[in-house]
């Protein structure tokens, strides 16, 4: 429940504290004194959007805090811990925008963005405004309300894993569908291209290495003669290199006695003889290697033209990438012979997954059929006490294709003077008829729902008399097993509160300022008396309003 709220600095409250009672809460005050202010600075902590605007005083900033005592919720418990925020029996929401137009929230302290401010909201307390009864048309929160009241929370939350993963796998399908589609109409191309691939049939650097034999073969003849003719030079000239060494070595080494020294260069004409005497006849081998063969070399030509076009055709430069070129075709090749079993395997998930999800929906069906006739029974019990003797609230369940909220669409159909001829409530219902109608829905969605706070901005709008003294009953009945805050005119109303408090202006020198607070006993008299009969009530008046209050 919502034990206390604070306001600092939002719109023409300067500073305001309000602490509420566990049961029924009601806030009175003339038009414009700053009822609805009251809620729109307490829709701040429950997440709604705000900017500098708001700022009573531009030079400082706006702060609205929330206290909230314990419910002990399973939820709220799960919601605090899976966001890493600290739980407490107090839950202090708090709310600031700086004169900037910048926005916080925190919780406990801890900052939290908007979206968790909602959500963690929601699980506290239930807003109504009065526009909010134009909900009633809405074709999802008439299905919210059949689904609260037929407790299908949980089937709902099996139900949307189950829808949810059937929709990704219809995705999914329709993917491979695509794909296959596309692989079909490239089927014929692709094998094209890879048995092109796989005739020539290239291993490792082929294509250079077929560069390279063509670049030795066109100088074939120039490499033998160049060959050859180092190979006369040094073996078969008048006077080749390899005889003059030797005989260099004969001449000295009759010396090398007498002259000790000329051993070491005597070893290194030795070592160059055996040298030149070894290269002399590697040229010859070489020599006798280089082959002049025009034919290989046509040969070579055409295979080169062949591999040139085709690494311009896939626009790669080595043949090691033409290679790759070619298994990633084959794989192409080889994903459409499988691609017909993952399709096959995908359907048989999307049926397993269709019987699934339509299982639980025809169970959220049966649940929502079920609670059809005993909703429209009790809303038109309490449209008659409230006024309402002619008024039929009928609802209609119509089957629709499997979508995130089952098969059901939903129609909330009205006639307010018993003529048999039921609307859309938008069409055929007043303000004032929502207003009762929306709270005859939510006190039966309260029985199923445990909302600690329920928030009703003028919910009596339209009304009087007889009928607004009903929704006091309602009001008060709800109170009992939670808290209610209702901001009304209506003395009927007022007069069931738990805890009375006004709003008022407050006009100190050239600005206004709103206040609230409690009424005693004898002042919730006097407030209830001053609705009924104006400013200066009469005797009657006020007697009536103590019997209300009393």
Avoid: W
């Avoid at 939820?75 to 137009?101: M, T, V």
């Amino acid at each position: 429940m919502l034990r206390k709220l604070e306001i600092s600095n939002y719109a023409i409250i300067d500073e305001l504290s309000i602490e509420f009672s566990q049961g029924l809460n009601i806030i009175t005050g003339e038009t414009g004194a700053g009822k609805s202010i009251l809620v729109g600075a307490l829709s701040l902590i429950l997440g709604d959007r705000a900017d500098s605007a708001v700022l009573f005083e531009d030079k400082r900033k706006c702060i609205v805090e929330g206290v909230f005592l314990d419910s002990d919720s399973s939820g709220l418990k799960k919601f605090l811990g899976a966001n890493d925020l600290e739980y407490d029996e107090e839950l202090i929401i708090r709310r600031e925008i700086s004169p900037q137009g910048k926005s916080r929230a925190f919780v406990n302290d801890s900052p939290v963005n908007l979206d968790k401010l909602r959500i963690l909201s929601s699980m506290l307390v239930d807003l109504h405004r009065q526009f909010d009864s134009l909900e009633l048309g809405s074709s999802s929160f008439q299905l919210d309300v059949i689904d609260a009241i037929a407790g299908n929370e949980q089937l709902l939350s099996e139900y949307g894993r189950a829808f949810n993963q059937l929709r990704d796998t219809r995705r999914q399908l329709q993917e491979l569908l695509g794909r296959k589609a596309a692989f079909s109409k490239e089927y014929d191309y692709n094998q094209f291209l890879f048995e092109e691939l796989e005739k020539e049939n290239y291993q490792g650097d082929e294509l250079e290495n077929l560069e390279a034999e063509l670049e030795l073969l066109t100088h074939a003849d120039g490499i033998k003669n160049a060959l050859a003719g180092a190979c006369y030079q040094l073996k078969e000239s008048e006077q080749p290199l390899v005889q003059k060494l030797k005989s260099l070595v004969n001449q000295l080494q009759g010396f090398v006695a007498i002259y000790p020294n000329l051993r070491g260069v005597l070893e290194r004409l030795r070592s160059a003889h055996i040298e030149l005497q070894d290269i002399a006849s590697e040229i010859e081998s070489m020599s006798d290697e280089i082959t002049i063969d025009p034919g290989r070399i046509d040969e070579i030509n055409q295979q080169l033209q062949t591999g040139q076009r085709l690494l311009k055709k896939h626009g790669v430069k080595t043949t090691r990438e033409l290679k790759g070129v070619e298994h990633a075709i084959s794989d192409k090749l080889q994903a459409v012979l499988h691609i017909d079993e993952e399709i096959e395997n995908k359907e048989s998930q999307e049926r397993r997954l269709l019987d699934q999800a339509a299982a639980c929906a025809k169970e959220l069906s049966r649940k929502r059929h079920s609670q059809v006739e005993p909703i429209g029974e009790e809303v038109n019990r309490l449209l008659k006490k409230m006024g309402m003797p002619n008024a039929r609230l009928k609802i209609m369940i119509q089957d629709i294709p499997l979508n995130e909220n089952g098969m059901d669409m939903v129609q909330f159909l009205f006639d307010a003077n018993n003529s048999q001829k039921f609307e859309n409530l938008s069409k055929v219902a007043s303000g004032g008829e929502l207003s009762r109608l929306m709270l005859s829905i939510k006190s039966l969605v309260a029985e199923t729902v445990d909302l600690p706070t329920m928030i009703f901005d003028e919910i009596d709008s339209g009304i009087s008399g007889e009928a607004a003294k009903q929704v006091g009953i309602i009001l008060k009945k709800l109170s009992l097993s939670r808290q209610i805050i209702s901001i009304t005119h209506q003395p009927q109303i007022a007069g069931k509160a738990d805890a009375h408090f006004l709003v008022y202006k407050d006009a100190k020198g050239t600005g206004v300022k709103t206040g609230i607070r409690q009424l005693t006993l004898e002042e919730r008299v006097m407030a209830i008396a001053k609705m009924l009969s104006g400013e200066k009530p009469t005797a009657a008046a006020l007697a009536n309003a103590r019997e209300m209050v009393c």
